[in-house]
Nanobody, 120 residues
Framework: QVQLVESGGGSVQAGESLRLSCVPSGHTFGSYCMAWFRQVGEREREGVAAIAKDGRTTYGDSSRGRFTISKDSARETLYLDMNNLKPEDTATYFC???????????????WGQGTQVTVS
């Protein structure tokens, strides 16, 4: 069982930056694939960024070049640095954990409760 707690969401103006954090507990940190997804209302969740055990990263088309996913093993925290935010980035952002090959198609078994990001 892995528990995930996200934080760092908020309301910002277009062009500003935010850093999201996700703290997992209940399993050895970093021994799995970790990712950020986002969702607007009832739409399908969209993959934002993923990071594998070995640090390999994957980005969605909408986040590539503006967002950076990283993990800090000492703090056991996953981050998503979002720069040059746009109104279309407004969504609820979720972190997720899964095993196997790491990309947006990974079987993510555990999800956080989500943190809201609003860009105006």
């Amino acid at each position: 069982q892995v528990q995930l707690v996200e934080s760092g969401g908020g309301s910002v103006q277009a062009g500003e930056s935010l850093r999201l954090s996700c703290v997992p507990s209940g399993h050895t940190f970093g021994s799995y694939c970790m990712a950020w997804f986002r969702q607007v209302g009832e739409r399908e969740r969209e993959g934002v960024a993923a990071i594998a055990k070995d640090g390999r990263t994957t980005y969605g088309d909408s986040s590539r070049g503006r967002f950076t996913i990283s993990k800090d093993s000492a703090r056991e925290t996953l981050y998503l640095d979002m720069n040059n935010l746009k109104p279309e980035d407004t969504a609820t952002y979720f972190c997720a954990v899964g095993w196997g090959y790491c990309d947006f198609g990974t079987d993510f078994q555990y999800w956080g409760q989500g943190t809201q990001v609003t860009v105006s």
